[in-house]
């Protein structure tokens, strides 16, 4: 079935340096959306970003992430990172075809040091 | 537009005892979903119903676990018979159907403790 891996538990990072986390996925289908959520503490998870696009570059709040079909990935970056960037961040996967919605990896935590 | 509300915030039940978790969706989605978070298994999908009608239940722990949206204002989680390895947080999401606007928007979630 299809389903999303996030190979860190948890990522610590210096205040400034750039952020790199992982996701791949496995559909059965080839028209997958991605999506990055992030959860700060004591709050509920909300939408990061967001792709359907092969090679597309997306943008939002300093973050992004492209759809690589090819190497079925959606890594999340920044290019550096802030002491408020600390969160549990969350790749998921929707593919219609399959009647799949909104499946979730294991999440990163994130914690950005100073 | 208050959001996703679920009742209640935390809940503590003995072991054996039943949960009725509730939650209301954001007027106007039709897409409500059920998800058990923990730090192990992270957002961990339960069941999923559209326009009141149940899609997908492959997460649910059969034996125990029942969902219903009798209307399309509100959407219970029940577990019966509660075990210690139930606690968690269980959030709500609720979501327009469609490709173009599919995004979860989260309940603030019900913490679940099973003593």
């Known amino acids: 079935g299809d389903s999303v891996t996030q190979t860190e538990g948890l990522v610590t990072l210096t205040e400034g340096l750039p952020v790199m986390l992982n996701c791949t996925y496995q559909?059965?289908?080839?028209?997958?959306?991605l999506f990055w959520y992030v959860q700060h503490l004591n709050e509920s998870p909300r939408l990061l970003l967001k792709s359907f696009t092969d090679n597309k570059r997306t943008e939002h709040q300093g973050f992004h992430a492209t759809l690589h079909k090819s190497s079925s990935s959606f890594h999340l970056q920044k290019s550096s990172a802030q002491l408020s960037d600390s969160a549990l961040y969350y790749c998921a996967l929707s593919d219609r075809a399959s009647g799949t919605y909104q499946r979730f990896g294991t999440g990163t935590k994130l914690q950005v040091v100073p | 537009n208050a959001g996703v509300i679920q009742t209640p915030r935390h809940k503590v039940t003995g072991k054996g005892q039943e949960a009725t978790l509730w939650c209301e969706p954001i007027s106007g989605h039709s897409a409500v979903f059920w998800y058990r978070q923990t730090i192990v298994q992270g957002l961990e999908f339960l069941t999923y119903?559209?326009?009141?009608?149940?899609?997908?239940d492959s997460g649910m722990p059969k034996e125990r676990f029942s969902a219903q949206m009798p209307n399309q204002s509100h959407s219970t989680l029940k577990i019966q018979s509660t075990q210690p390895q139930d606690s968690a947080v269980y959030l709500c999401?609720?979501?327009?159907?469609?490709?173009?606007?599919?995004?979860?928007?989260f309940g603030h979630g019900t913490k679940l403790s099973v003593l």
């Open positions: 559909t059965i289908y080839s028209n997958p959306f």
């Open positions: 119903f559209r326009n009141q009608a149940p899609i997908d």
């Open positions: 999401a609720s979501s327009l159907d469609s490709e173009e606007n599919e995004r979860l928007f």
